[in-house]
C-alpha cells in the first residue's frame, strides 16, 4: 500500500524521480525532445561579471523563456530588448517556430507585448492579488 508524504525540504534526488516520470509520460505521447533542452543568454560586462540574462528551455517547435532578469543598474538601457532578441534568434537557429513565456502582473507585460509577443491569457489572483500573464511570440 502506498502513503502519502509531505515534504518542505525534498532531496533533489527525489525531485528529480518526478521530474523524470512525467519527461517520460509525455515523451510517450509528445517524442523526444520536449523542453528537455535548455540554452543560456548572458549580459556581461568586461570583467565577465553578469549583468543579466535569460534562461530558456527549448524543443523542436516552441523556446520557453523561463527567467529574463536585467540588474538595476543596467536596466533601462535596451539590454533586456537585445538579451530577448539574441535568445530568440538563437530559438530560431534551433528550429523553433515560437516563443512563449510568462510574467506577472507587476513584472513586464509591456515590455513583452512592445517587443512583439501576444497575450494568450491571465490567471487572476495568481499569488497576493497579483496575475500571472501568459504571452507568445511567432518567430521569423
Same mark, same amino acid.
Given at each position: *500500500?502506498?502513503?502519502i508524504v509531505i515534504n518542505y525540504d525534498a532531496n533533489d534526488?527525489?525531485?528529480?524521480?518526478?521530474?523524470? @516520470?512525467? !519527461?517520460?509520460?509525455?515523451? @510517450?505521447?509528445?517524442?523526444?525532445? *520536449? $523542453?528537455?533542452?535548455? /540554452?543560456?543568454? /548572458?549580459?556581461?560586462? #568586461?570583467? %565577465?561579471?553578469?549583468?543579466?540574462?535569460?534562461?530558456?528551455?527549448f524543443d523542436s517547435e516552441s523556446v520557453f523563456v523561463d527567467? $529574463?532578469?536585467?540588474? #538595476?543598474?543596467?536596466?533601462?538601457?535596451?539590454?533586456?530588448?537585445?538579451?530577448?532578441?539574441?535568445?530568440? %534568434?538563437?530559438?530560431?537557429?534551433?528550429?523553433?517556430?515560437?516563443?512563449?513565456?510568462?510574467?506577472?502582473?507587476?513584472?513586464?507585460?509591456?515590455?513583452?507585448?512592445? %517587443?512583439?509577443?501576444?497575450? !494568450?491569457?491571465?490567471?487572476?489572483?495568481?499569488?497576493?492579488?497579483?496575475?500571472?500573464?501568459? $504571452?507568445?511570440?511567432?518567430?521569423?
Open positions: *500500500m502506498h502513503k534526488a527525489d525531485k528529480k524521480v518526478i521530474r523524470e @516520470g512525467i !519527461l517520460a509520460f509525455n515523451k @510517450g505521447i509528445l517524442g523526444k525532445g *520536449m $523542453l528537455e533542452k535548455t /540554452f543560456s543568454v /548572458f549580459l556581461k560586462d #568586461e570583467s %565577465n561579471n553578469i549583468h543579466g540574462g535569460i534562461l530558456a528551455y527567467v $529574463l532578469w536585467v540588474d #538595476e543598474n543596467s536596466r533601462h538601457q535596451g539590454y533586456g530588448s537585445k538579451l530577448l532578441r539574441a535568445a530568440e %534568434n538563437e530559438a530560431c537557429n534551433l528550429g523553433c517556430r515560437y516563443s512563449t513565456l510568462d510574467t506577472w502582473s507587476f513584472q513586464a507585460e509591456e515590455f513583452y507585448l512592445k %517587443n512583439g509577443y501576444e497575450r !494568450l491569457g491571465e490567471i487572476k489572483n495568481y499569488y497576493l492579488h497579483h496575475s500571472k500573464i501568459f $504571452l507568445r511570440k511567432k518567430l521569423a
